[in-house]
């Protein structure tokens, strides 16, 4: 495993719309194995692959249940409303509230080619719905809540 470089808010790649995953292959399971452990290296609890540069609809996350890996996700139902302060390895140093739905019922696909659906809820949720934007091109600075954004000058940015 290794650990993979972040691309950071102002890298086009992360405005653009990443690929379904077509294949499971070696290459695939070796980039999903980084991503948890860049994840993990940089305090993290969601990951997308744009965010280390592949545009491929994938992500991986740890809200302290262990590391999941999603393919492919769908959300295909959700209600309520959440606002949560949310933060982002793409965009250091930037805290703000952005609102979420309380509940999401997600269709992935599992490592394994599996069609699946997962449930989620709070925390779950937020990070579910924050990761899927990333495969769309989107950034949780692009839906702050006016008044709520917050910048913290004591971050070290590592380049």
């Not at 808010?9 to 294949?23: F, H, M, N, Q, T």
């Not at 739905?101 to 599996?114: A, H, Q, S, W, Y």
Request: net charge negative.
């Amino acid at each position: 495993m290794a650990i993979r470089k972040l691309r950071i808010e102002g890298d086009e790649i992360l405005r653009k719309k990443s690929r379904k995953v077509e294949k499971i292959d070696d290459r695939l399971k070796i980039l999903l194995d980084d991503m948890v452990e860049t994840m993990y290296q940089n305090d993290g609890i969601g990951l997308a692959a744009v965010q280390v540069g592949v545009l491929k609809r994938a992500i991986v996350m740890d809200i302290g249940e262990g590391p999941f890996k999603i393919l492919n996700p769908k959300i295909i139902e959700k209600s309520g409303e959440q606002v949560f302060t949310e933060g982002c390895l793409s965009v250091p140093a930037i805290n703000g509230d952005v609102a979420r739905p309380e509940r999401v019922k997600l269709e992935f696909m599992t490592i394994d080619g599996n069609t699946e659906t997962m449930e989620a809820e709070g925390l779950k949720a937020v990070c579910i719905c924050h990761e899927i934007d990333h495969l769309n091109g989107a950034l949780f600075i692009d839906k702050i809540i006016s008044g709520t954004k917050t910048e913290s000058k004591e971050i070290e940015i590592d380049e």
